[in-house]
C-alpha cells in the first residue's frame, strides 16, 4: 500500500513485538465481539474477557472506547486489503486475461462474456458467505461506524476506491459504455445482494437471481 493510502492506528502504539501482540489480540478480539454482539458490545471488559488479558491492558493501549472501536475497524481494513481486495485483484486479473481477445467478437460472444463474469462474480460471493462470513458482517459494521466516525472515513474510501477499481476494469474488459458509472452501479448491486444474503442462511442464496442481477446490470450499459 502506497503511504497516501497508509493506515494509521489511534490508540497508544506499542514500543516492542511483543506489546504489539498484546495490542492486536485486543482488536481481533474486539472485531469478534463486532461479529457477535455489534459495535454496542465493545466495552473496555467485554474485550479483555474476549482477549484473555487483563482489564488493565485494554484501557493501557485505549484509554477512550472511541479509540478501540476506530483501531477495530483499521486492523479490518488492513487485514481486508491482504486478505479480500488482493484476492479479488488476482481473479479480476485472471478473467481479463482469459477474456480480453473476446471483447466485441459478436453479440453471441459478448452475451457469453457477461454469462461467465456474473458467474464469477456470484461464485466468488457465495464463498465469501461461507467462508468469510464474519468479514462480510464486519464489513456491514464497518459502513455503519464510518457514519458515526468521521476518523474511519478516509480509511473507508481507500478500502471501497480499491474494490471500485476492479469494477470498473471488468467493466472496461466486456466493453460498456461509462465504465466509471458502470463500476459504481456493479459494486452497489453487489452490496445490496451481500446484505439481503447475509440475512438468510447460506443454502438459501438464490445464486441464479443475483447472477441475473450482475448480469442485467452489466447489459444496461452495453453499446
Not at 28 to 42: K, S
Amino acid at each position: 500500500m502506497s503511504d497516501e493510502n497508509a493506515i494509521n492506528y489511534r490508540g497508544r502504539k506499542a514500543s516492542r513485538a511483543r506489546s504489539e501482540q498484546r495490542r492486536k489480540a485486543i482488536l481481533e478480539a474486539a472485531l469478534r465481539i463486532v461479529v457477535n454482539d455489534g459495535v454496542r458490545g465493545v466495552r473496555h471488559r467485554a474485550v479483555a474477557k474476549e482477549a484473555e488479558v487483563p482489564l488493565s491492558a485494554t484501557t493501557y493501549y485505549f484509554k477512550d472506547i472511541s479509540d478501540l472501536i476506530a483501531d477495530t475497524f483499521t486492523l479490518f481494513a488492513e487485514n481486508a486489503m491482504n486478505d479480500v481486495v488482493q484476492p479479488i485483484y488476482q481473479h479480476v486479473g485472471e478473467f481479463i486475461e482469459q477474456h480480453k481477445a473476446d471483447v466485441g467478437a459478436s453479440p453471441e460472444v459478448t452475451n457469453q462474456l457477461l454469462q461467465n463474469l456474473s458467474q464469477m462474480i456470484v461464485s466468488y460471493m457465495k464463498l465469501e458467505l461461507t467462508d468469510k462470513r464474519d468479514h462480510m458482517i464486519a464489513e456491514q459494521a464497518f459502513k455503519h461506524e464510518c457514519l458515526r466516525d468521521a476518523r474511519l472515513r478516509s480509511i473507508a474510501q481507500t478500502y471501497f476506491d480499491h474494490l471500485l477499481e476492479e469494477m470498473v476494469e471488468l467493466c472496461k474488459v466486456i466493453g460498456v459504455e461509462d465504465p466509471e458509472i458502470a463500476g459504481e452501479l456493479l459494486m452497489g448491486t453487489i452490496f445490496r445482494i451481500e446484505h439481503e444474503a447475509l440475512m438468510i442462511p447460506v443454502a438459501q442464496f438464490d445464486e441464479d437471481k443475483a447472477c441475473r442481477m450482475i448480469r442485467r446490470q452489466l447489459s444496461a450499459f452495453l453499446p
